[in-house]
């Protein structure tokens, strides 16, 4: 079992749509949350990270359920440049800083 | 805000030759730096541990004496691929760490071997 697994999609979606991402980890010790997005050939990118009350950023919205080891990331109203990679990414409970990535899922906001 | 530099960003070498790639961290000092690969639609997987000054951790299943890794001062770590071959090509991205852990990566080198 992959320690971090997301759905690869792709998710194509029209522009003004609501898409939802999940992402499950399999380390209960884990520590952080975050999402990030990638575009095709570059570095990732930090996009929020992710707390057990929720947290919102614009368009954005990032839940995390410890309990159930699931995070999600919810976006309003897409917009072509929403088109990416998001990865889930978990940092584990030491303090050695280690990043565990998720694949990705690929979302493609069309117009 | 904080940068991260790679260089080279890209790199076409023989099989069989060694490539450094190095990563600087250009307006902050990073005690700690990380090497990670990604390969075509599959996801950053950690390769090593570099901490200044001392030896890298290396992550299960990979070479350390393949992929070296040098941290010689807070701001510079390098890695090289050593008699590169074909299945050694792939996306190299590096992360420096603020203190209080701000994460920052390199926007990443692409090695092609043929």
């Known amino acids: 079992r992959k320690e971090v697994e997301q759905d690869p999609g792709p998710f194509n979606v029209p522009e003004g749509a609501t898409v939802a991402f999940n992402c499950t980890y399999s380390?209960?010790?884990?520590?952080?949350f975050f999402w990030y997005r990638q575009d095709c050939r570059k570095e990732p990118k930090l996009l929020m990270s992710?707390?057990?009350s929720g947290n919102e950023d614009g368009r954005f919205t990032a839940q995390l359920n410890r309990a159930s080891q699931y995070i999600s990331l919810l976006i309003r109203d897409s917009k072509l440049s929403d088109s990416a990679t998001y990865l889930c990414?978990?940092?584990?409970?030491?303090?050695?800083?280690?990043?565990?990535f998720g694949q990705g899922t690929t979302l493609q906001v069309k117009p | 805000g904080a940068v991260v530099s790679q260089h080279p960003s890209w790199v076409i070498c023989k099989s069989g030759t060694s490539v450094k790639i190095e990563c600087r961290s250009l307006d902050f000092q990073a005690t700690t730096m990380f090497w990670y690969r990604q390969f075509p639609k599959q996801s950053l997987m950690l390769m090593a541990t570099s901490n200044e000054g001392s030896k890298a951790t290396y992550e299960q299943g990979v070479e350390k004496d393949k992929f070296l890794i040098n941290h010689a001062s807070l701001t510079l770590s390098t890695l090289t691929v050593t008699s590169a071959h074909p299945e050694d090509s792939s996306f190299y991205i590096c992360r420096a760490d603020k203190e209080g852990n701000e994460q920052f990566f390199g926007p990443g080198t692409r090695l092609t071997v043929l």
């Open positions: 992710v707390y057990s």
């Open positions: 380390n209960s010790a884990s520590q952080s």
């Open positions: 990414v978990v940092g584990l409970s030491s303090n050695t800083g280690k990043l565990i």
